[in-house]
C-alpha cells in the first residue's frame, strides 16, 4: 500500500531551523517527483518546493535561499531544510509524490513558528 509518513514538525523559534523528512513506501520511489506543500489556517496549500526524479528542484520564490529540498533515493526519503524561519511559516506542511498519472499526499506534519 503507497504511503507517505511526514515527520520532524514541531515547535521552534523564529530565526530557527527545522529539517522535514518524508518517508515513502509502497511506490517505486525512485521514478517519481516529489513536493513540498502547506496550509495555513485560512488559506490555500501552496507548494513550497518541488524535486524530480532526476533531482532538478523549484521552490516558491518566497522561500528560495531560507529552504532546501533533497531525496535519498536509498531510504525512499526526501527532506525539507528550513531555515531562518519566520511565524509566516507555520502551517501544516505536507508530502506529495507524483508520477505519471499517479500522485499521493501524506497526512501532514505541524510547523509552528513562535517565541
Known amino acids: 500500500q503507497e504511503q507517505l509518513v511526514e515527520s520532524g514538525g514541531g515547535l521552534v523559534q523564529p530565526g530557527g531551523s527545522l529539517r522535514l523528512s518524508c518517508a515513502a513506501s509502497g511506490i517505486i520511489f525512485s521514478i517519481y517527483a516529489m513536493g513540498w506543500y502547506r496550509q495555513a489556517p485560512g488559506k490555500q496549500r501552496e507548494l513550497v518546493a518541488g524535486i524530480t526524479s532526476g533531482g532538478s528542484t523549484n521552490y516558491a520564490d518566497s522561500l528560495k535561499g531560507r529552504f532546501t529540498i533533497s531525496r535519498d533515493n536509498a531510504k525512499n526519503t526526501v527532506y525539507l531544510q528550513m531555515n531562518s524561519l519566520k511565524p509566516e511559516d507555520t502551517a501544516v506542511y505536507f508530502c506529495?509524490?507524483?508520477?505519471?498519472?499517479?500522485?499521493?499526499w501524506g497526512q501532514g506534519t505541524q510547523v509552528t513558528v513562535s517565541s
Open positions: 506529495y509524490a507524483h508520477a505519471a498519472l499517479k500522485s499521493y
